[in-house]
C-alpha cells in the first residue's frame, strides 16, 4: 500500500480530500496560496507534517511568499510544524534558492524523519503487543510513506511482529476512521472503540502500550495533541501502561518554555453537535489539549527515543533541515 495525500506535478499541487476519506477518493487542486490555506482550515489536508508539506508546496505557487506565508500561518495556529516549513522555505528563497527545490527538500527530510521514528520506536513493540492510539498518524497525517505512532504500528507489522490495534474514534471529527482505513489496507488487526471506552480496556489489562502523535511539544516536554489525549495519558499512568509520544523534531517548539504558551485552537461548535441534538444547543469545541511532560514515558523521534527533551534539541540544532 502507498497513500500518496501530497503531489506537486507539473507545477500543480494536489491534495486527497482527507473530508471525504474513507468512503470516496479525490484529488483537489490547489492553484494558489488561497486554494492551500481553504484547504487546510477545511481539514481536507490534516496533520501537523502533512500541513507543513503542503504549505511548502504552497510557496512555491506564490508571487509574493512573504505575504502569502501569514496567511498560511493563520490557518492552524497549534501545529508548529506549518511555521517550521514557511520559516525554511522563505530563508530558501532569501539565500536565492526556488521555492520549490526547498519544498521538496522540506517533504524529502520530513520522509525520512518518520522512517526513522518507525525504525527507533519499533523497538518497543513485543510481539503479541496491544497497542492503542489516538487520532490519525498514519501516511495521510504526515504526508509521506510512514506515519509517527502509526507508523511504527506498522513497521513493526512489517517484521512479522503479531500487532493488535486498539483505534480511538476521536470525536469530534472522527479521525479514528481514517487509521481504521489505513489499517485495513495494511491489513493490521484492530478495533475501534469511543473515546471513553480507553479506560475500561487500560483497566482490564488489555492495553500493553499507548503511543499518540502531536502537534507542538514545548521545550519541557509538554504537548499538544487532538482533543482526548491528555486523559489517555493521565488513564495510562493511573493503569501502569506506558506512554509515549512519536514525533519529528520540527514538531518541537524550544521556543516556548511549558505547555501553557501553546495556543489550542477552538473549531466551529457544528463539528461537535450532530443531529441528534435539540436544535438550538451550544458547544464547545477545542481542537486540542496539553498533556503535561509527567504523564510521558518517551518521546521517539528520528534521533532515538528520549526522556530529555535536551538530546532532542541539541540533535536538531546540529541539523540544517
Known amino acids: 500500500m502507498d497513500i500518496k495525500p501530497i503531489k506537486f506535478e507539473n507545477g500543480k499541487l494536489i491534495i486527497l480530500n482527507q473530508a471525504l476519506l474513507p468512503h470516496k477518493t479525490d484529488y483537489v487542486e490547489c492553484k494558489n496560496v488561497d486554494d492551500v490555506a481553504e484547504a487546510i482550515r477545511s481539514m481536507k489536508i490534516r496533520g501537523a507534517p502533512a500541513i507543513g508539506i503542503v504549505a511548502a508546496y504552497s510557496l512555491a505557487l506564490s508571487k509574493k511568499p512573504e505575504k502569502d506565508a501569514q496567511l498560511l500561518l493563520s490557518t492552524r495556529p497549534t501545529a508548529v510544524d506549518l511555521r517550521n516549513a514557511v520559516k525554511f522555505v522563505l530563508e530558501e528563497i532569501k539565500n536565492g534558492r526556488d521555492a520549490f527545490s526547498a519544498a ?33 498518524t498514519g501516511s495521510l497525517a504526515t504526508g509521506v510513506s510512514y506515519g509517527t505512532a502509526l507508523g ?41 472503540i469511543v473515546d471513553s ?20 511539544i514545548a521545550a519541557n516536554g509538554d504537548f499538544a495533541n487532538k482533543i482526548g489525549t491528555y486523559p489517555l495519558a493521565v488513564l495510562a499512568k493511573e493503569n501502569d501502561v ?22 489550542v485552537e477552538e473549531r466551529d461548535e457544528e463539528e461537535v453537535v450532530l443531529p441528534i441534538y435539540p436544535k438550538g444547543t451550544r458547544a464547545r469545541n477545542p481542537a486540542f489539549d496539553i498533556t503535561p511532560n509527567k504523564y510521558v514515558d518517551g518521546y521517539i523521534t528520528e534521533f532515538g527515543i528520549h526522556k530529555s527533551i535536551k538530546e532532542v534539541e541539541i540533535a536538531w540544532k546540529s541539523t540544517s533541515v
Open 197 to 216: 471506552a480507553a479506560g475500561y480496556f487500560m483497566k482490564n489489562k488489555e492495553v500493553d502500550i499507548v503511543i499518540v502523535g502531536a502537534d507542538r
Open 152 to 192: 511504527i504500528i506498522k513497521m513493526g507489522w512489517e517484521k512479522k511482529k503479531r500487532i493488535f490495534v486498539f483505534v480511538d474514534e476521536t470525536r469530534p471529527r472522527f479521525q479514528g476512521a481514517l487509521t481504521s482505513w489505513e489499517l485495513r489496507l495494511l491489513g493490521i488487526p484492530h478495533d475501534v
Open 104 to 136: 521538496e527538500r522540506w517533504r524529502n527530510a520530513i520522509d525520512d524523519k518518520c522512517k526513522r521514528i518507525a525504525e527507533n520506536g519499533v523497538a518497543l513493540i513485543r510481539d503479541g503487543a496491544r497497542i492503542l492510539t489516538h487520532c490519525n
Open 242 to 263: 506506558p506512554f509515549y509520544v512519536a514525533a519529528p523534531s520540527s514538531t518541537f517548539d524550544f521556543d516556548i518554555e511549558r505547555g501553557e504558551e501553546i495556543r
